[in-house]
Nanobody, 119 residues
Framework: QVQFHESGGGLVQPGGSLTLSCTTS????????????MGWYRQAPGKQRELVAT???????NYVDSVKGRFTISRDPRKNIVVLQMNTLKPEDTAVYYC?????????WGQGTQVTVSS
């Protein structure tokens, strides 16, 4: 069963940057990515989990409006990871960030990585 592993979160001041990384276990990452793509999701306290960004095997990306121009999703094929570069962070970006398939998500969500934007 595929498992997702997120890292890179932390506490940052408004306007700062963070880089999140995602990898998988229980599957061949490149094959998984080819079939399912990859997405980043987030869940803020008291809110539902929302899709933040997706990346397909063809390089197509999609972002929620609130992060367009600030976040970039990409893949590092040498490391078999998907990266979410987050710039110009805002307090409303505070959430637990998860990765999962970019098309239809799997039930096996990882623990996520906490991102806190605060002065």
């Amino acid at each position: 069963q595929v498992q997702f592993h997120e890292s890179g979160g932390g506490l940052v001041q408004p306007g700062g940057s963070l880089t999140l990384s995602c990898t998988t276990s229980g599957t061949i990452f490149s094959r998984f990515f080819e079939i399912h793509g990859m997405g980043w999701y987030r869940q803020a306290p008291g809110k539902q989990r929302e899709l933040v960004a997706t990346l397909t095997e063809r390089g197509s990306t999609n972002y929620v409006d609130s992060v367009k121009g600030r976040f970039t999703i990409s893949r590092d094929p040498r490391k078999n990871i998907v990266v979410l570069q987050m710039n110009t962070l805002k307090p409303e970006d505070t959430a637990v960030y998860y990765c999962n398939a970019g098309r239809k998500t799997f039930d096996s969500w990882g623990q996520g990585t906490q991102v806190t934007v605060s002065s």
